[in-house]
């Protein structure tokens, strides 16, 4: 059994931002691979930020754009927030909570075993910023541990 831990820096342009990260995602996990040849178990990917959020779904540009109406209309930017009196973020921290901080997905001989249109994305929810910083914990078989049984 493996467990190797990573991480990914992302930097955002806008207040709000939906990020692919999966080809990120997939780099490292190659990279791992070829030290550690994980063939088999899951990644959890985690979001060291209260304002942002990882998520899974379809790289749609429509999509992802009703995906930020909905979510802007259902979190108003500004409704008299108590956190807004210490820093005026309460809305970014508000849609955190409701979308959360982590997603796990399966590896299965060596891939991320992803649906065929879902991709990983961080939602970037009080930007622009730089080096937000995203966990990757690989846990799983390595090709050696199957051969030895």
Known sequence: MAVINKS?????????????????IVAILNETSKENKISDGIVNIFTKHSTSAIRVNENEKGLL???????????KE?????HDFIDNNAASHIMA??????????IVDGRLDLGTW???????????????????????DDYGTLKES
């Open 8 to 24: 990914l820096r992302v930097s955002s342009s806008h207040n709000f931002q939906i990020i692919d990260i999966t080809r990120d």
């Open 78 to 82: 500004k409704d008299n927030y108590k």
């Open 65 to 75: 754009l009703d995906f930020e109406k909905i979510l802007k209309d259902i979190v």
């Open 97 to 106: 909570f409701l979308l959360g901080s982590s997603e796990t997905i399966p």
């Open 118 to 140: 879902q991709s990983i994305f961080f939602i970037e929810l009080d930007g622009p910023r730089t080096n937000r910083t995203v966990d990757l914990t690989f846990i799983g």
